[in-house]
């Protein structure tokens, strides 16, 4: 199975600072059909997940142009340029490339 | 508005079943691959099982094989869980979602406990 692997686990952030987590895949997941289904999820406290990036770096309808993400392979980033109050929850990468589908550890994103 | 209804979960002893259903709207069900996940109390995510359009390829993951069953209705525009030989370590909310390469919608979930 491929392994994500998030850091940090914990991130205390600083409102209007920016953000950062990563997520490494133990395999590349660059998938047959040429795309790589690398996506973001976040979810808030008592909240279903949702959806802000997928195939990398396309950002859902509706995500603010705050939330960005790079990476190409194995190694994926998901940036917040500037914290708000409502970016707190827990964060994880999910790969949509090989079967079983893994998702990272999540991310916990709080306030100092 | 895409909308997924999760629904079926309860309080059940081990070794018994229960069957999820998820109710979608405001998209065309049958043009999409359809994906139940779950979240342990306290835990984070975990993919259970995707189902491709037409019902015709399913996946599960490793902990599941043999005991759980996804499935279709594209006329009744509804995805399942038939979960059976229930264990303890099943306790989670089961979220259903949009997709299987990527996972665009989320239900609301529903609670399954396996307890005696």
């Known amino acids: 199975d491929v392994v994500m692997t998030q850091s940090p686990l914990s991130l205390p952030v600083t409102l209007g600072q920016p953000a950062s987590i990563s997520c490494r895949s133990s395999q590349s997941l660059v998938h047959s059909d040429g795309n790589t289904h690398l996506s973001w999820f976040q979810q808030r406290p008592g909240q279903s997940p949702r959806r802000l990036i997928y195939?990398?770096?396309n950002r859902d309808s509706g995500v603010p142009d705050r939330f960005s993400g790079s990476g190409s392979g194995a190694d994926f980033t998901l940036k917040i340029s500037r914290v708000e109050a409502d970016d707190v929850g827990v964060y994880y990468c999910?790969?949509?490339?090989?079967?079983?589908?893994?998702f990272g550890q999540g991310t916990k994103v709080e306030f100092k | 508005e895409v909308q997924l209804v999760d629904s079926g979960g309860g309080l059940v002893q081990p070794g018994g079943s229960l069957r999820l259903s998820c109710a979608a709207s405001g998209f065309t069900f049958s043009g999409f691959g359809m994906t139940w996940v779950r979240q342990a109390p306290g835990r984070g995510l975990e993919w259970v099982a995707s189902i491709d359009r037409d019902g015709s390829e399913k996946n599960y993951v490793d902990s599941v094989k043999g005991r759980f069953t996804i499935s279709r209705d594209n006329a009744k525009n509804s995805l399942y869980l038939q979960m059976n030989s229930l264990r303890a370590e099943d306790t989670a909310l089961y979220y259903c979602a949009r997709g299987t390469n990527s996972l665009g919608d989320w239900g609301q979930g529903t609670l399954v406990t396996v307890s005696s």
């Open positions: 999910m790969q949509g490339t090989h079967w079983p589908r893994t």
């Open positions: 195939k990398v770096s």
